[in-house]
């Protein structure tokens, strides 16, 4: 549990800006080389590096070396975890809308 | 555009705390007031109030002030931006398992 926590921890901090984010929609549609990768974002090769390495130690993408070129993969399983955690949350909000749902229906379920 | 993807930085950034995910969770079984909620969790009550500020700056939730009583009520829609950031990468990975089918089953849409 406490692993699951800080797994979210690093993953939504991962997600918490936009080059990431953009980064993470473009190897949606395929695995990338870095180099072309980069050259779609504004900034320094070593600042992007910075933003590939936060989302590979992160689990959201792995990179494989062949020769000199490094390919970008998404992860998509990763992303699963926020779909997990909000879904839970839908969870505990639809116990307490069938909790006052029965409260409203059904008398004998109210204490006072 | 440039206001959504500052919006999802500032979720983001609220989502990846524990204490802020576990108000959320608390706070998804219905409104509670500042003190009961800060009781639930093990910190000082002014590092408390850091978290609820910043679930507050990010609309994750809202307080009502009533007498000396503040209550925080959890603003489900704001985590339904979550969603629709997920549902679009969602979209980007389908496109792309469509493109690929369409180039494993009718040839012509090869060009090469």
């Known amino acids: 549990m406490a692993q699951y926590s800080a797994q979210l921890d ?3 901090v991962a997600l918490a800006d936009p080059t990431r ?3 993470i929609r473009r190897l949606g549609r395929g695995p990338m080389s870095v ?3 980069a050259g779609e974002f504004p900034m320094t090769l070593p600042s992007f590096m910075k933003h590939v390495r936060t989302l590979e130690a992160n689990g959201l993408i792995r990179t494989v070396k062949s020769g000199r070129v490094r390919t970008c993969i998404l992860n998509r399983e990763r992303l699963a975890l926020v779909d997990d955690w909000l ?3 839908r969870r505990v909000w639809e116990e307490r809308t069938d ?3 029965s409260l409203l229906t059904d008398p004998k379920e109210n204490p006072s």
């Open 10 to 12: 690093g993953l939504f």
């Open 21 to 23: 984010r953009g980064v």
């Open 35 to 37: 180099g072309d990768l």
């Open 87 to 89: 879904a839970e949350q």
């Open 99 to 101: 909790r006052l749902e």
